[in-house]
């Protein structure tokens, strides 16, 4: 992969290479996450990472009753109900996930369209 970049970095002009280093560098993972929090779809990120913190206490909350639980059915029933919540809070973490791994890939794809326009502006 990185013979592909070093063939690109080659072929670009002092201007495009001053635009890559100002836009070009991927931001840093915190602030790829933090990213999720704004933008035109934040709310929903919000709401997503609320439910989670709930639920995640809710299957602490639950993991231990099921432990000091005196009844074996007791015991049973919030070990269930703790396993569902560990589900939820998983599926919504992937979900984040998923919304992260496309910021990445729209990202890469503004770059190679501002790559382009350069280029495209080049040409005589």
Not at 101 to 120: C, F, Q, S, T
Request: net charge negative; with cysteine; aromatic share 12%.
């Amino acid at each position: 992969m990185s013979k592909i970049d070093d063939l690109i970095n080659d072929t670009l002009s002092q201007e495009d290479e001053r635009l890559l280093a100002e836009y070009g560098s991927e931001p840093g993972y915190f602030k790829q996450a933090f990213g999720l929090f704004r933008g035109p779809l934040s709310w929903v990120m919000w709401l997503v990472m609320i439910c989670n913190v709930l639920i995640g206490v809710f299957a602490l909350w639950a993991v231990w009753q099921a432990m000091t639980a005196e009844l074996v059915i007791d015991a049973v029933r919030w070990g269930i109900a703790a396993v569902i919540a560990v589900q939820l809070v998983t599926f919504l973490r992937g979900f984040m996930g998923d919304h992260f791994e496309a910021n990445r890939v729209l990202r890469e794809i503004k770059r190679v369209e501002l790559r382009l326009v350069r280029m495209e502006s080049r040409e005589p």
